[in-house]
């Protein structure tokens, strides 16, 4: 069919003529969310990684008690549990894959410190590596445990203050990175260390 704009709600494998632009337009593939297993235990504010079938998530917030430990493994179809955080928190940052994973900073609650630690998980344990510079929560994280980001976040607790930070994870030490041009708490990131992007996020402190 020819159309003078494009259709406002294609199918896919409509194709159609844009007699306003001279162009052959056409809907290859559309894609759309499905249900899966439900998570075992009820939580926010923990970090997920990986893919869509080899996933995990780690840390999080359940009240009361509070922040949790948790590590679970998603399977494509199921959850099973991993090995467990050693600092429980949430409002936690990461990267990785399944079997190649770092967390950071976070929140402790009820009554703990914000963790600057950092943990790296091999796909059974979590090990303590190298402290951030600062002790964040909120903060986003892209890349792969060889070469991460982690993106903005806040300080805190007391008078919380939104950050600008990037810093650089080699595996081992943590370097500073560019600044975010607007200092923002729980970003959208995806890519990685040299190609990374961060979107949305919030920019009131978050107590």
Do not use: C
Not at 103 to 114: I, L, R, S, T
Not at 155 to 170: A, C, I, K
Request: charged residues 10%; hydrophobic residues 30%.
């Amino acid at each position: 069919k020819k159309y003078t704009t494009n259709p406002a709600d294609p199918l896919e494998g409509q194709m159609w003529y844009n007699s306003t632009t001279g162009t052959l337009k056409g809907v290859v593939r559309s894609g759309g969310w499905s249900t899966t297993t439900s998570m075992p235990v009820t939580n926010q504010l923990g970090v997920g990684l990986g893919t869509a079938t080899v996933g995990l998530v780690a840390g999080g917030y359940e009240g009361p008690p509070g922040s949790q430990n948790v590590t679970l493994e998603f399977n494509g179809s199921g959850w099973s549990s991993g090995g467990n955080l050693n600092t429980a928190r949430h409002a936690l940052g990461g990267f990785g894959i399944q079997t190649a994973a770092v967390v950071f900073g976070g929140k402790v609650d009820p009554g703990g410190a914000n963790p600057a630690n950092v943990e790296e998980y091999n796909g059974s344990t979590w090990s303590e590596e190298t402290d951030q510079p600062t002790a964040m929560q909120g903060s986003s994280g892209a890349g792969i445990l060889t070469a991460g980001l982690s993106i903005g976040g806040q300080t805190g607790p007391g008078t919380p203050s939104r950050v600008t930070t990037t810093l650089e994870y080699d595996g081992t030490n943590w370097t500073a990175g560019g600044a975010l041009p607007a200092a923002k708490t729980f970003l959208g990131t995806a890519g990685t260390q040299t190609a990374g992007l961060a979107f949305g996020g919030n920019i009131a402190p978050d107590n």
